[in-house]
């Protein structure tokens, strides 16, 4: 493997050469001095004295900082926003050089496509995707609540082999979104077999992070022995103060797992705060159809009055009396929303702070637009528990930021975030297992070739950060500010943050599975 690289650099002059460094090689492994030389989009030699040896080459000067291999976030959602921002400012500002997106069940239709969009207009960070089971089921038989037929089952089936011939590095779901939530486990394991066929993994959103998440993960767990598929559980939780201090119980069925010989991993962004849409605070049935037929459904007083009903048991059961957890993220309806709580926003329509009220006020948003919400339920100490698991990986569970409304702020903080605050200050983990959570780890699980590591032969995806300054700046009350600390960065070779600056360089590459 190695034998090549180093015959072009005997041959050649390398591009770009990375000294005085400490450099952190993804492995977990304690840091250690030495030059880092690039060529191409390879890493062609990392041994002391390289600088010297070729004065010629771009010297970056590391000035004893790390230099470790490019992050990775595992769980993003840029299928529409990518488009928009392809230098992806958030995400390299934040250290991160590849993605996983189609998360949740949610991704591009037509893989293929989508991939040929990306490779036509340049991005600055590299992008996988997962095959998306909520498209799958919506392309295979709508949104209707029943099982499907044997043959939208087929359908259902060729549709994913599609997406993993077409370079899907596995299967997600979204078992609280439109349609996957009315999918039984034994049609997610006969997709999950396919994905598993092709090298995939299965990637889940569960069908709940609250009072039945034992009963979720176990779903997850079944999806994996059945379908003989490594698993991995997204942004790992549990939401409700009803739920806070069951971070053992439901971390335990994952080390259990793992245990027996099963390959599960989880991923976190370090917040107490989830974000989603307004509509999961509404019971499944109502959302048969989709927001249309739900928007017809809440004219008829009999179905409205259901609705309410089944939203104040959802309230109730997780021990809540009204939506004050619930805050406006986007909502282009009326974008003077944004950043306020339902019941603000409740108490400044001149409507008394009843759930009653406030449930109508939801309601009334969706009447207009399904908005961007985020949701206060979590808590620290689950959080951090949860952070010392050595098979979690930090994810922000993010799109590319537009610069507009209130977004999650791990969006724009999520790695400097765990640097900064669970390394540097509550010394949660240490530095080196941090760096290989972010890099080698996800390379791993979800099939990353060449990258995850810094080694001679692998592609030169390449951060340079200062330990003691990397810092998120983004907060919740004011999200577009991005993370300082971060001085340079490498996406296959080239140089896109040069001195904490993007330099608008397009050097990204979309990766394609088995390709």
Wanted: aromatic share 6%; hydrophobic share 40%; net charge positive.
């Amino acid at each position: 493997m190695l034998a090549a690289p180093l015959l072009i650099f005997s041959q050649t002059n390398p591009d770009i050469i990375i000294t005085n460094g400490r450099i952190l090689d993804g492995t977990g492994n304690s840091w250690y001095h030495a030059d880092v030389a690039v060529k191409g989009d390879k890493i062609v030699s990392i041994k002391k004295g390289l600088a010297v040896q070729f004065p010629n080459a771009k010297i970056i000067d590391a000035k004893n900082m790390v230099v470790s291999p490019g992050f990775i976030d595992v769980h993003a959602h840029i299928e529409g926003s990518i488009f928009e921002r392809p230098t992806a400012n958030n995400y390299i500002y934040d250290g991160v050089t590849s993605v996983v997106t189609g998360n949740c069940g949610g991704a591009a239709d037509d893989i293929a496509v989508f991939f040929r969009r990306l490779d036509s207009i340049g991005t600055s960070i590299n992008v996988a995707t997962l095959a998306g089971h909520n498209n799958i089921r919506r392309m295979g038989m709508g949104l209707e609540n029943r099982k499907a037929t044997a043959d939208e089952i087929k359908k259902m089936e060729a549709l994913t082999v599609k997406a993993m011939k077409d370079g899907a590095v596995g299967l997600s779901t979204g078992l609280i979104y439109l349609p996957g939530m009315y999918s039984p486990t034994e049609e997610i394991v006969a997709l999950a077999k396919i994905a598993a066929a092709n090298g995939g993994v299965y990637a889940t959103h569960m069908r709940n992070e609250g009072l039945k998440v034992h009963e979720a993960i176990d779903e997850a767990l079944t999806i994996g022995r059945e379908a003989n598929i490594p698993v991995q559980i997204s942004h790992f939780k549990v939401a409700g103060k009803s739920n806070w201090g069951r971070s053992t119980e439901t971390l335990d069925m994952v080390i259990n797992a793992r245990k027996e010989g099963y390959d599960v991993t989880i991923d976190q962004y370090p917040y107490t705060a989830s974000s989603t849409n307004l509509a999961v605070t509404l019971p499944d049935w109502a959302l048969e159809g989709g927001l249309d037929s739900l928007r017809v459904k809440l004219k008829d007083p009999v179905q409205r009055k259901k609705v309410l009903e089944g939203m104040k048991n959802s309230l109730e059961a997780g021990k809540r009396k009204d939506y004050s957890y619930a805050v406006v993220a986007g909502f282009p309806a009326d974008t003077m929303l944004n950043g306020k709580s339902i019941t603000q926003i409740n108490i400044e329509k001149g409507r008394k702070k009843k759930f009653i009220n406030e449930a109508n006020t939801i309601l009334d948003m969706l009447a207009k637009y399904n908005a961007q919400m985020i949701y206060h339920t979590m808590s620290e100490k689950d959080l951090a528990y949860f952070m010392k698991y050595p098979f979690n990986m930090p994810a922000a569970d993010g799109g590319v930021s537009n610069g507009k409304g209130m977004p999650h702020p791990r969006a724009y903080g999520t790695n400097a975030r765990v640097l900064a605050k669970y390394v540097r200050e509550d010394k949660v983990i240490g530095l080196e297992e941090a760096v290989r959570r972010m890099t080698s780890l996800p390379a791993r699980k979800f099939g990353l070739k060449e990258r995850g590591l810094l080694m001679e032969g692998m592609k030169a995806d390449i951060l340079v950060f200062d330990e003691n300054t990397i810092q998120d700046l983004s907060v919740y009350e004011k999200p577009h500010q991005f993370t300082t600390g971060i001085e340079y960065i490498l996406v296959n070779g080239k140089l896109v943050l040069d001195k904490g600056n993007h330099t608008g360089v397009r050097s990204g590459t979309s990766i394609r599975k088995n390709q």
